[in-house]
């Protein structure tokens, strides 16, 4: 059984999300002084983070989670407008959900983001002496790990190198079991790519204007 992990200060949320979940193996943090803490001891599947939090907002927790682990995370915030969404993906969550929330809508973010984070091929694939393999990509003694989202993406393009890939055919490959995905959501993530794979000098991910991008 998945186990999703939440962080949410609204007790009458909390009870919603345990009552609708059942599927999963659900847990909420306890004290939110230590919520990495607590994430690290737990090892869950999935994070649905709050952004309103007492003591240090969601996007905190966020940067803070992200220095050691990839863990799938989706914000709840009652804040919908496009810069919080924005600064959450920027800083390493993988979709967003504004309450008052759909508890199917949510479900079904919760069910896509695991079956593409978790179901996907680790073969290793190269590209001018880089290495992707699983979710890390590598060159000589260099590496950066990625979440599962970002290396779908990479791996996506290394599939197809020198080859323009649509921003339809990205969506489809990564999203096409969530009707509900923000296309704002692929712009987004390929950007914090990019800056996360200049760490190690890779800086051959193209935009072609209007289609899509391409490995070049």
């Not at 290793?124 to 790990?145: H, P, R, Y």
Request: hydrophobic share 45%; proline share 3%; net charge negative.
């Amino acid at each position: 059984m998945t186990k999703v992990f939440i962080v949410e200060d609204d007790a009458a949320i909390v009870k919603q999300l345990k009552t609708a979940l059942t599927e999963h193996a659900v847990i909420s943090v306890q004290n939110f002084r230590s919520v990495r803490q607590e994430i690290e001891e737990a090892a869950p599947d999935l994070i649905l983070m709050d952004i309103t939090l007492p003591y240090f907002n969601g996007f905190y927790w966020t940067t803070e989670i992200r220095k050691n682990a990839t863990t799938p995370i989706i914000f709840l915030s009652s804040a919908d407008d496009e810069m919080n969404q924005v600064m959450a993906m920027n800083m390493g969550a993988d979709d967003y959900v504004t309450k008052p929330f759909s508890v199917e809508l949510l479900k079904a973010k919760i069910n896509a983001l695991l079956r593409r984070t978790y179901n996907f091929s680790s073969a290793q694939l190269a590209f001018n002496g880089f290495v992707l393999e699983g979710t890390e990509l590598k060159k000589g003694a260099d590496k950066v790990d990625l979440t599962p989202t970002e290396a779908k993406l990479l791996r996506t393009l290394f599939e197809h190198p020198g080859q323009t890939v649509t921003k339809d055919e990205l969506l489809a490959k990564l999203w096409a079991s969530d009707e509900y995905i923000d296309t704002n959501a692929l712009q987004v993530n390929i950007a914090r790519l990019r800056k996360k794979l200049k760490s190690i000098g890779f800086d051959y991910i193209g935009t072609v204007r209007g289609v899509g991008y391409v490995l070049a």
